[in-house]
Nanobody, 126 residues
């Protein structure tokens, strides 16, 4: 069982930056591939970024590549999402998720993930 808690969301102006954190409970954090998803009002939840269990591999949605950076610190049981050059279309609730590494190195489908956080709101004003 893994419990995930996101933090770091808030209101920022277009072009600004935010860093989201995802703190995981338990001693098996390093056995999970991790990811970030987001859901804007009236839209389906979409993939943002994924990171392998070791942190050595990452994968991004085209919409955020070059602006967002996913990372993890297994010693701290924490994953991060550094978001730069934010745009109004990045406004959404951001969720972190954990999927056992036996499912694959980098997971980008919702159904690949076993555990989800409660989400943190990000609002980008124009």
């Amino acid at each position: 069982q893994v419990q995930l808690v996101e933090s770091g969301g808030g209101l920022v102006q277009s072009g600004g930056s935010l860093r989201l954190s995802c703190a995981a409970s338990g001693r098996t954090f390093s056995t999970y591939a991790m990811g970030w998803f987001r859901q804007a009002p009236g839209k389906e939840r979409e993939f943002v970024a994924a990171i392998s269990w070791s942190g050595g591999s990452t994968y991004y949605a085209d919409s955020v590549a070059g602006r967002f950076t996913i990372s993890r610190d297994n010693a701290k049981n924490t994953m991060y999402l550094q978001m730069n050059s934010l745009k109004p279309e990045d406004t959404a609730v951001y969720y972190c998720a954990a999927g056992h590494r036996k499912r694959g190195l980098l997971l980008h489908l919702l159904e690949d993930y076993d555990y989800w956080g409660q989400g943190t709101h990000v609002t980008v004003s124009s």
